[in-house]
């Protein structure tokens, strides 16, 4: 099988897809995002490495940056509308994320268009014929405009604006075919039908598998907090990982190296092995084995151990400034970064801020654990 | 009661209403139209009328001319798209428009605009922020829309921006009350809704009930053909109303002079009374009397005599020629006046264009009645 085709969960169609690639030119590859934040995650990568094949292949990125979507906010997925940005915002993310995009894709063969240079340009007529070529059940089918109308969550009309405008940047850019996320679907076969409607060649859709994140339930985002951001460094990427479940591990494993055919059969090792690969993708081998052995330093021994020291402490603290107190940290910073690596656990639960609410706690930083309990 | 209060089928909220004429001070008073057809006719006076009420009190009528919506098409109660007209034929419609609109309406008092003064300025982003006041449910609640979609008859999405933009206008203009027919309270109140969310007084709304056409079943419209147009010539306007049924007459005369009490109770009587009544108000009385008159002569013998001359010819013309031909009419131009005007009968039904398809006709021109059959 093509090495292009592997790894997708949608492809429409296939035969033309296997028609274009017979024709052994260049095809323009169009992926888009909205500057809506500035950090990619892992999510992210899942998509660029595919696009990467395309261009290992021949084949041209068109890399489309909303700037003008992102004023409205893709309600895919959304069970509420998106928080409008400002231009400046949407500049210096699009800035951040076209850097961290070329960790992975080839600048030489990426084409980056703003789609603000032909939106801008609109006149409420351009609008009027752009909307001519949809109609309103194409809409009201979507899953998640219906959900949101069960859930009685508006759905405002500006929002209907943004699968019109992601398929007229195909139709403006003459793609060949259009890649995104699983989730991106209806998005992308709006762009077929619109270009089919305009007379042009519809492009081909196919879709990556949506990454879960750190919690092996919600989608990777960085507004659930649930990422690795692709400028995470390599010591807190390597922990992450460590984080995982083994079933989420087996998510990733698949869907991140989907060639890699045999793992270690023990979890533990195999998640080592699944970080290590992590780290040195997206940074390099040296940084890869420091992390690996810093991370065995500190986490080496997992047992809770029986003999627990107990202090009394005002807990009248953030997390961090009290792990440094009790002597678990060496620095209130050092600490800081441990709890936002994942290596902090109050209670048994990974701590994911630093609030404190109980009055007793059990807080375990790598082998160290200690009890802590209110002074008053 | 309140003179402009009378005759209304929608007024929200009355109390607003009430509040607003106690100031004291001249109003805004603001009625749409679309130049997608270049005559008026009947119905459109029952607003026009209303409108003039209004400036008889002192207040100003602002009239929209929606000359930007027009290329679009205001999807109440269609049961499918209507064709875009061009720029040209938008502009011819609406001088002709204006031009018979003040025929009834006090020119000194009355503002017009055409909203393509503020949307051809629009930018991508102002039909943006525009949408983004409404929500998707505001929308799927219409009845023409879920007719449409139960019929499977596509709603084109750039259709929902006609409310929107009818809204706009009254937002732009600053209105105190608008007007329309019944079949414009969707649209109405959208306007209402916006004024509100973009933090102004609300518009309050009143409609007027709609009038049926000649047919007595649908509503009275120039694509119908079942109209009364404002520049129809005395006579012809004075045989169409003489056509109506009896029960479509009280209708008419409900709400085109419902200050008028009584009415001669003979149906006939009664009829010729309405006729007269709207010659005078679109023409004069001088023509009123001279359209009477002329319809007296032809029409006045009623029964179906029973010696009905026959003829055979050749079947291969068309109706005004036919009657021309077995001299029913002077001249070919006569009989085409008298079928326009309602005048001719066809197997006893009122013949509405000029194709025969039968091979047998009885027809009657005003009391003379003839058979005729084909030669061959």
């Keep these: 099988m093509n090495e292009l085709r592997q790894g997708l969960t949608h492809l429409i169609e296939e035969s033309e897809f296997e028609a274009l690639l017979a024709r052994g030119t260049s095809l323009r590859v169009k992926a888009g995002f909205d500057p809506t934040a500035p950090d990619l995650h892992l999510g992210h990568a899942v998509l660029l490495n595919k696009l990467r094949q395309f261009q290992d292949a021949g084949h041209t990125v068109v890399l489309i940056v909303g700037d003008a979507t992102a004023a409205i906010g893709d309600p895919t997925g959304r069970n509420q509308l998106r928080p409008p940005l400002t231009k400046e915002q949407i500049e210096e993310n699009a800035a951040t994320y076209t850097t961290q995009a070329f ?3 080839d600048r030489s063969k990426t084409v980056v268009r703003n789609n603000s240079t032909w939106f801008d340009e609109f006149k409420f007529s351009d609008v009027v014929r752009m909307m001519s070529k949809f109609t309103l059940s194409q809409i009201n089918t979507r899953d998640d405009f219906r959900k949101r109308a069960a859930e009685c969550t508006p759905v405002y009309m500006h929002e209907l604006l943004y699968p019109m405008m992601q398929a007229y940047d195909s139709f403006r850019e003459g793609v060949d075919i259009e890649l995104g996320g699983s989730d991106q679907f209806y998005n992308l076969m709006m762009g077929r039908m619109y270009m089919d409607e305009r007379g042009e060649k519809p492009q081909i859709i196919a879709t990556v598998p949506l990454l879960v994140g750190l919690d092996g339930v919600k989608k990777m985002s960085k507004s659930l907090g649930n990422h690795i951001a692709l400028t995470d460094a390599p010591f807190e990427m390597f922990s992450k990982v460590m984080s995982i479940s083994d079933e989420t591990m087996v998510n990733w494993r698949e869907i991140l190296f989907p060639r890699k055919e045999s793992w270690h059969p023990q979890a533990m090792t195999a998640k080592k092995d699944l970080a290590w690969r992590i780290v040195f993708w997206l940074h390099d081998e040296a940084k890869a084995d420091a992390a690996e052995k ?4 500190i986490f080496s021994r997992k047992e809770n151990p029986s003999d627990i020291e107990m202090v009394q402490v005002d807990l009248g603290y953030r997390l961090d400034k009290l792990i440094h107190k009790v002597g678990l940290a060496s620095s209130v910073s050092e600490a800081g970064r441990l709890i936002k690596a994942g290596a902090v656990e ?17 807080v375990r930083v790598g082998r160290k654990w200690m009890k802590i309990s209110a002074l008053n």
């Design 346 to 362: 109050v209670n048994g639960c990974k701590a994911l801020d630093f609030t404190i609410s109980d009055k007793e706690l059990t």
């Design 103 to 105: 960790k992975i894709l």
């Design 294 to 297: 810093e991370w065995m330093r």
